[in-house]
């Protein structure tokens, strides 16, 4: 495996970083985890913009144009020979001292990996995921913004760490106010009806939430489906009580959940919805 490490590329065995990373010292750095299919980066323009955004907001100047960070990602995945994948991207804050001062580390480091991806096994997507509230609270965006796709990870760790506790294996984050976020590495739907009219119904940023690109993905496409969504703030209620639910995320893609905290959502099988949705977002893929 040919890793891209700083304009390289070298072996998995010699792929290493300094011990004085501030990126290891401190989780002091920003990453994207993409997926390729038939060679093709899916959303790579977006996966930049969220990069570039993620970086400029903890005051990172990435060492490479956009174009050329795009360039370095299909030459990962050229050196590897692989077409559909995942490829995780990580620039840290580079080599510095002991102590917190970024400025002292000059040199970010930029890493490309590209993997094959160990997918969520396939009764999953056929009959859907069980999940449950975890008590630890998604970062407030007063303190550091959930939007940052930063290397301190810990939050969400901590939140996924309860889900193996409880024998699942993807958890429900609320944020400070109790509301719905989001789960610990995807973005949560629901298919929803209230009076005569049914929805798609997901928290807006607001919440407190990671922007995912899949989940915009999602939601361009119930815009041309003309189906109905809602991005205002959810509570646990509203998913208990929902016909539907589904997660996003590059990775997960569109994976159907069935149970909520021991609560049958639906019919307790993956909805129709759903189904039209994935249908819809694998042909995306296939463009
Ligand atoms: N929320 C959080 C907290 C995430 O980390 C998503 C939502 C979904 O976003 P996208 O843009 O993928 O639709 C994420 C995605 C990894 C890895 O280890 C990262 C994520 C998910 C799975 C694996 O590279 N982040």
């Excluded at 970024?102 to 160990?118: E, F, K, M, W, Y």
């Excluded at 995912?212 to 496409?221: A, C, H, M, P």
């Excluded at 099988?269 to 819809?280: D, F, N, Q, W, Y």
Aim: aromatic share 6%; with cysteine.
């Amino acid at each position: 495996m040919q890793i891209y490490l700083s304009g390289s590329f070298v072996d998995k065995e010699n792929a290493k970083v300094s011990v004085f990373d501030h990126g290891f010292l401190y989780g002091d750095g920003v990453f994207e985890g993409m997926r390729s299919y038939n060679g093709k980066v899916f959303k790579l323009r977006e996966h930049m913009i969220r990069l570039w955004n993620s970086a400029k907001s903890i005051a990172i100047e990435i060492p490479l144009s956009m174009e050329e960070m795009e360039n370095a990602v299909k030459a990962t995945l050229h050196a590897n020979n692989i077409r559909e994948g995942y490829v995780r991207l990580v620039v840290t804050r580079g080599i510095g001292t002991l102590g917190l001062d970024a400025h002292l580390c000059r040199n970010p480091q930029v890493i490309i990996i590209a993997d094959h991806l160990a997918l969520y096994p396939k009764e999953f997507y056929e009959n859907g995921l069980e999940i449950v509230t975890a008590a630890t609270v998604r970062t407030n965006p007063a303190m550091v913004s959930p939007q940052i796709k930063s290397m301190n990870y810990l939050n969400n760790i901590l939140a996924k760490i309860e889900g193996h506790q409880a024998g699942v294996s993807e958890v429900l984050m609320l944020n400070t106010k109790g509301e719905v976020a989001e789960c610990s590495g995807d973005n949560i739907f629901i298919w929803t009806t209230n009076g005569a009219k049914s929805y798609l119904h997901t928290p807006p940023a607001e919440a407190g939430i990671l922007e995912g690109i899949t989940r915009q993905t999602v939601l361009d496409i119930a815009a041309e489906l003309n189906i109905p969504v809602k991005e205002s703030p959810m509570t646990r209620h509203d998913i208990y009580i929902a016909e539907e639910c589904f997660l996003t995320g590059s990775a997960a893609e569109l994976i159907p959940v069935v149970k909520l905290d021991g609560r049958l959502i639906g019919s307790g099988k993956p909805g129709e919805v759903t189904k039209k949705l994935l249908k819809r977002f694998q042909e995306e893929t296939q463009k």
